[in-house]
């Protein structure tokens, strides 16, 4: 499937710059262009690829100027990489499966509907008053719970799980190894040995959201764990029972978040990330990568470090870590002249 430089453009509301009638048919990195290919530059460490690139078509951002002549034609935008996002998600409508059905063997309860539209994959288990919502997919090997609902158009793939009673929105990506309502970490000290306090809430995550693979998100001990409207969790994350997380908040691999804290909508969290039980951070907060977040944060904030601080007093704290060894040298110097001035 090829498409011209002038179509491509017409569907970004992107400005051609050299041959609007160069084709590409398929996608790459600008440092590893190709002909037929189009890459992109969101990020000016790369800039010095774009002069010489293979690729027969790269898209610019509109304020991008140029030092010397290049060779690809140019596709000018407001925002390279969401165009690029914009061009894969297009790309993968129009190329990825589309499987429909219910493959055999698989467990569908009695009374369950499966949508004409959805599919269901060998080996999958299909519990009782599961809601299946139009245009789902449920790959190979998956588990649904008594009493689940999966939204319109989400995708479970292979090997996910959803314990009974959970509630999965419109539109939502669960990948492989995915464990969606396991219980809580809820135990009681009684004389040395600790009870089972039984988890008897539900997690219930909102429209459009993304989970990678081997990520887990706990139920609550009662009510509900929350994860809003657009959130993206990477790979191996674990969000704690009774936890909430709000719209858009992204985090990267192996944060984890300690039982009823409460994250905002618009968060970044780098990977590694630790939070401590029942505190609140607030929206729009930047987490630094391997953070440990004891408290509280306000709305804005931007932190790192264990335990984390502002990102400011970080840096500083930094720089000074690394004098201590001369700090030490000069201190020792000191005392011993101070020792020598006594003699």
Request: proline share 4%; with cysteine; hydrophobic share 35%.
């Amino acid at each position: 499937m090829e498409f011209s430089a002038t179509q491509i453009a017409a569907l970004v509301n992107g400005t051609v710059e050299g041959d609007g009638s160069a084709t590409v048919s398929t996608f790459a990195k600008i440092e590893e262009g190709r002909p037929g290919a189009i890459s992109f530059l969101a990020n000016p460490k790369y800039a010095h690829y774009l002069y010489d690139t293979g690729s027969s078509v790269v898209l610019i951002g509109r304020d991008f100027v140029l030092e010397h002549p290049v060779k690809a034609t140019l596709i000018r935008v407001d925002d390279p990489y969401a165009t690029v996002a914009q061009l894969l998600s297009m790309v993968s409508k129009l190329t990825a499966p589309q499987p429909v059905g219910v493959e055999s063997p698989v467990h569908v309860a009695e009374g369950v509907t499966v949508p004409d539209d959805a599919y269901v994959g060998a080996f999958s288990y299909i519990g009782k008053g599961v809601t299946i919502g139009k245009g789902v997919k449920i790959y190979p090997q998956c588990y649904v719970g008594d009493n689940a609902v999966i939204g319109d158009n989400t995708i479970l793939y292979p090997g996910v799980k959803v314990y009974h009673g959970c509630r999965i929105g419109r539109n939502c990506i669960l990948h492989s190894g995915v464990v969606i309502g396991a219980d809580g970490f809820g135990f009681a000290p009684v004389n040395g040995v600790y009870n089972k306090i039984p988890q008897i809430g539900n997690v219930e995550i909102d429209d459009d959201v993304e989970i990678g693979a081997n990520t887990t998100v706990d139920r609550a001990t009662m009510g509900s764990t929350r994860i809003h409207k657009g959130v993206k969790l990477d790979n191996l994350i674990q969000i704690a029972h009774n936890c909430e997380v709000g719209s858009n908040t992204v985090m990267a691999s192996q944060v984890g978040v300690a039982g009823s804290t409460k994250i905002g909508s618009g968060c970044m969290v780098g990977g590694q990330a630790g939070f401590s039980g029942h505190i609140h951070v607030g929206d729009n907060v930047q987490v630094g990568p391997q953070s440990g977040v004891p408290k509280s944060v306000k709305d804005g904030s931007r932190i790192m470090g264990y335990p984390s601080t502002d990102y400011s007093d970080f840096a500083r704290q930094v720089v000074h870590v690394k004098n201590l060894g001369k700090l030490y040298e000069r201190v020792a110097e000191l005392e011993k002249q101070l020792n020598q001035s006594k003699k």
